[in-house]
């Protein structure tokens, strides 16, 4: 239901090649200092700036939970793109028809016969984007208007069925909270339970019913914009729990509360895009690294960020010797986290690098952190560029930062199967065991392995994933997401803008996926979860179960559904304290 993340635009150059020379790769890699490789960073993102010569036509984003992220995935676990970038989403549709300009190439040059499935995919791929497809000299055209409007683009209706209750993770001080032996807090809900990478829509016990469109505009090729409104009835309003109880007077105000009936601008934004420079500005969803089941540094667990936010819209190759990294992408961003009490009006800001040396291995790096807000001392330039940079990292007292270094590997010996990585840490650790000689404290991590093609006709993979937010305690028992400064912790809306397991937690993730027919799919995933491992005497302890079904009904209808079931004992870290939670989620949409 949901998830859940060239530059020369001539049609006469179609595809990124890679140089065969990955000694590059080898010299950033070098040292085992976080200020090594962002010291890279540094300098690739302002070449990235000004390193295209030709402009790139500006397009919306492709929302995060859109069926085409999955099947480039399947195209390129048969040797079809090799320039792609998992690691900073939403792609634009530029970039979407960028890699399906790609993949139709390498087809058509190598005369290759493809299963029915990847062959489904490209057709649709040149029926959806075929505006996008024409700067490559493919499909019809007829001629660039000047201002393109799309009063209704797309409308979804769905239908919520939730039986539980959600998850807390709370924490107000050494001894209070669920992490007492920890001096940061955090205030933050899991607000529906079992509805993962769902961009902070929440649904409330019972019946829930929801109703969101987009509607999109376009000026010459230099500005767009995009709105999704979205309407939410539900059967039970809730009113939260009281801060003032949790915290013993230490905080104010309600957690996990929400109205009957809601209308709110879930996204909205404009952009303007100058050569391929791109700047947004409004109310967006991102989503970085390696994950599926989620990211630890930005994920779409929490609801979109208003925020301003500058990236190369298309992947670009580097000029001079720094082409050798092959094609990069850059995001950098400032936003205003929404329901943020302690203190009141910080800022969230971040960026993140991607770069492929190689066609089956891509590197990154990408941090975030929050810092102002009332009776906090105001950030300077430099300290804010020392930050963004990593150079800031280890000072917990002035900003609340995160960061991870990721890779990806496919392996094209093993029918295209992919490994991925993410490893980081928080701020507020220290340097007593040797996982945390890489510059970073409280480490954690996460890695994967994808497997595209299990059958030769590529209608079944599998993937599984794990995750760790859990560390070992030292003389700083800080946590993932949590601060003693910033203490609402690394949050947006009262929800983790990182991984959705929250601190002091490790998940095991599973999930096969089989397409029946090339337009119906279904899945079974499975869950198992553990809170509370190193900073409270008792463990959250979950199994939960999952099965979905999807089917394209023509080009413009499709339907799904959902049905999770999720067995949690010791639920909240309370001793004894057992549940179950239900989650039937069903929808339908229509494409205009």
Same mark, same amino acid.
């Given at each position: 239901?949901?998830?859940?993340?060239?530059?020369?635009?001539?049609?006469?150059v179609s595809i990124m090649t890679?140089?065969?020379?990955?000694?590059?790769?080898?010299?950033?890699?070098?040292?085992?200092?976080?200020?090594?490789?962002?010291?890279?960073?540094?300098?690739?993102?302002?070449?990235?700036?000004?390193?295209?010569?030709?402009?790139?036509?500006?397009?919306?984003?492709?929302?995060?939970?859109?069926?085409?992220?999955?099947?480039?995935?399947?195209?390129?676990?048969?040797?079809?793109?090799?320039?792609?970038?998992?690691?900073?989403?939403?792609?634009?549709?530029?970039?979407?028809?960028?890699?399906?300009?790609?993949?139709?190439?390498?087809?058509?040059?190598?005369?290759?016969?493809?299963?029915?499935?990847?062959?489904?995919?490209?057709?649709?791929?040149?029926?959806?984007?075929?505006?996008?497809?024409?700067?490559?000299?493919?499909?019809?055209? &007829? +001629?660039?208007?000047?201002?393109?409007?799309?009063?209704?683009?797309? =409308?979804?209706? $769905?239908?919520? /069925?939730?039986?539980? !209750?959600?998850?807390?993770?709370?924490?107000?001080?050494?001894?209070?909270?669920?992490?007492?032996?920890?001096?940061?807090?955090?205030?933050?809900?899991?607000?529906?339970?079992?509805?993962?990478?769902?961009?902070?829509?929440?649904?409330?016990?019972?019946?829930?019913?929801?109703?969101?469109?987009?509607?999109?505009?376009?000026?010459?090729?230099?500005?767009?914009?995009?709105?999704?409104?979205?309407?939410?009835?539900?059967?039970?309003?809730?009113?939260?729990?009281?801060? &003032? +109880?949790?915290?013993?007077?230490?905080?104010?105000?309600?957690?996990? =509360?929400?109205? $009957?009936?809601? /209308?709110?601008?879930? !996204?909205?934004y404009v952009k303007f895009s100058?050569?391929?420079?791109?700047?947004?500005?409004?109310?967006?969803?991102?989503?970085?690294?390696?994950?599926?089941?989620?990211?630890?540094?930005?994920?779409?667990?929490?609801?979109?960020?208003?925020?301003?936010?500058?990236?190369?819209?298309?992947?670009?190759?580097?000029?001079?010797?720094?082409?050798?990294?092959?094609?990069?992408?850059?995001?950098?961003?400032?936003?205003?986290?929404?329901?943020?009490?302690?203190?009141?009006?910080?800022?969230?800001?971040?960026?993140?690098?991607?770069?492929?040396?190689?066609?089956?291995l891509e590197l990154g790096f990408?941090?975030?952190?929050?810092?102002?807000?009332?009776?906090?001392?105001?950030?300077?330039?430099?300290?804010?560029?020392?930050?963004?940079?990593?150079?800031?990292?280890?000072?917990?007292?002035?900003?609340?930062?995160?960061?991870?270094?990721?890779?990806?590997?496919?392996?094209?010996?093993?029918?295209?199967?992919?490994?991925?990585?993410?490893?980081?840490?928080?701020?507020?650790?220290?340097?007593?065991?040797?996982?945390?000689?890489?510059?970073?404290?409280?480490?954690?991590?996460?890695?994967?392995?994808?497997?595209?093609?299990?059958?030769?006709?590529?209608?079944?993979?599998?993937?599984?994933?794990?995750?760790?937010?859990?560390?070992?305690?030292?003389?700083?028992?800080?946590?993932?997401?949590?601060?003693?400064?910033?203490?609402?912790?690394?949050?947006?809306?009262?929800?983790?803008?990182?991984?959705?397991?929250?601190?002091?937690?490790?998940?095991?993730?599973?999930?096969?996926?089989?397409?029946?027919?090339?337009?119906?799919?279904?899945?079974?995933?499975?869950?198992?979860?553990?809170?509370?491992?190193?900073?409270?005497?008792?463990?959250?302890?979950?199994?939960?179960?999952?099965?979905?079904?999807?089917?394209?009904?023509?080009?413009?209808?499709?339907?799904?559904?959902?049905?999770?079931?999720?067995?949690?004992?010791?639920?909240?870290?309370?001793?004894?304290?057992?549940?179950?939670?239900?989650?039937?989620?069903?929808?339908?949409?229509?494409?205009?």
């Amino acid at each position: 239901m949901g998830h859940r993340c060239s530059v020369n635009l001539n049609s006469d150059v179609s595809i990124m090649t890679f140089p065969t020379n990955g000694s590059w790769t080898d010299k950033l890699c070098a040292g085992n200092k976080i200020a090594r490789t962002v010291f890279a960073a540094v300098f690739l993102i302002a070449a990235g700036m000004v390193s295209v010569a030709h402009s790139v036509p500006v397009s919306n984003n492709v929302p995060l939970d859109h069926w085409s992220y999955g099947a480039l995935d399947k195209v390129a676990g048969f040797g079809l793109i090799r320039s792609d970038l998992h690691g900073i989403r939403p792609y634009t549709r530029m970039e979407v028809a960028r890699l399906v300009h790609e993949a139709l190439a390498v087809r058509e040059e190598k005369s290759l016969k493809l299963p029915p499935l990847i062959e489904h995919f490209l057709e649709r791929f040149q029926r959806e984007f075929r505006e996008e497809l024409t700067v490559y000299g493919r499909g019809d055209s &007829d +001629g660039a208007a000047i201002m393109t409007i799309k009063p209704i683009e797309e =409308a979804q209706a $769905r239908y919520a /069925f939730v039986d539980g !209750k959600p998850r807390d993770f709370v924490n107000f001080g050494k001894r209070n909270g669920q992490y007492p032996w920890s001096p940061s807090g955090i205030v933050a809900s899991e607000k529906t339970p079992l509805l993962y990478g769902n961009e902070g829509i929440v649904y409330g016990e019972g019946s829930n019913f929801s109703l969101q469109f987009s509607s999109s505009a376009k000026l010459w090729d230099l500005f767009s914009g995009y709105v999704e409104p979205i309407l939410i009835v539900r059967q039970n309003e809730d009113p939260g729990r009281s801060l &003032d +109880g949790l915290s013993g007077g230490r905080e104010h105000g309600s957690l996990g =509360a929400f109205d $009957r009936v809601g /209308f709110d601008l879930h !996204k909205g934004y404009v952009k303007f895009s100058p050569w391929n420079v791109e700047i947004e500005f409004g109310r967006d969803s991102m989503c970085w690294g390696q994950g599926y089941a989620g990211s630890l540094i930005m994920g779409n667990n929490a609801g979109p960020l208003d925020m301003l936010k500058i990236t190369n819209p298309t992947n670009t190759l580097l000029p001079w010797v720094f082409r050798y990294l092959g094609p990069f992408k850059y995001t950098v961003f400032v936003a205003r986290p929404d329901d943020y009490l302690n203190p009141l009006n910080p800022l969230l800001s971040g960026g993140s690098v991607n770069f492929k040396p190689l066609p089956w291995l891509e590197l990154g790096f990408e941090t975030a952190f929050l810092m102002n807000g009332e009776d906090r001392p105001s950030t300077s330039l430099s300290n804010y560029l020392k930050a963004l940079f990593g150079f800031g990292f280890g000072q917990p007292n002035e900003i609340d930062q995160v960061g991870s270094f990721e890779a990806r590997l496919r392996l094209p010996f093993l029918w295209n199967a992919e490994l991925y990585l993410e490893y980081g840490g928080e701020d507020s650790g220290g340097e007593e065991f040797f996982e945390e000689w890489f510059g970073f404290g409280d480490v954690g991590y996460l890695t994967g392995i994808y497997l595209p093609r299990i059958t030769p006709d590529g209608k079944t993979d599998f993937r599984f994933e794990f995750a760790r937010t859990a560390h070992r305690v030292d003389s700083t028992p800080g946590f993932w997401y949590g601060h003693t400064s910033y203490r609402w912790g690394y949050t947006n809306d009262q929800m983790i803008v990182g991984h959705r397991i929250g601190p002091d937690a490790i998940d095991y993730f599973a999930r096969v996926t089989r397409y029946l027919r090339n337009d119906l799919r279904v899945g079974v995933d499975f869950e198992h979860m553990v809170r509370g491992v190193s900073l409270n005497v008792v463990e959250e302890e979950s199994n939960g179960f999952g099965a979905d079904v999807a089917w394209d009904i023509d080009s413009r209808w499709s339907v799904a559904a959902r049905y999770a079931f999720q067995d949690i004992s010791n639920f909240n870290l309370v001793r004894g304290d057992d549940q179950a939670n239900h989650l039937l989620v069903t929808g339908v949409k229509f494409s205009f």
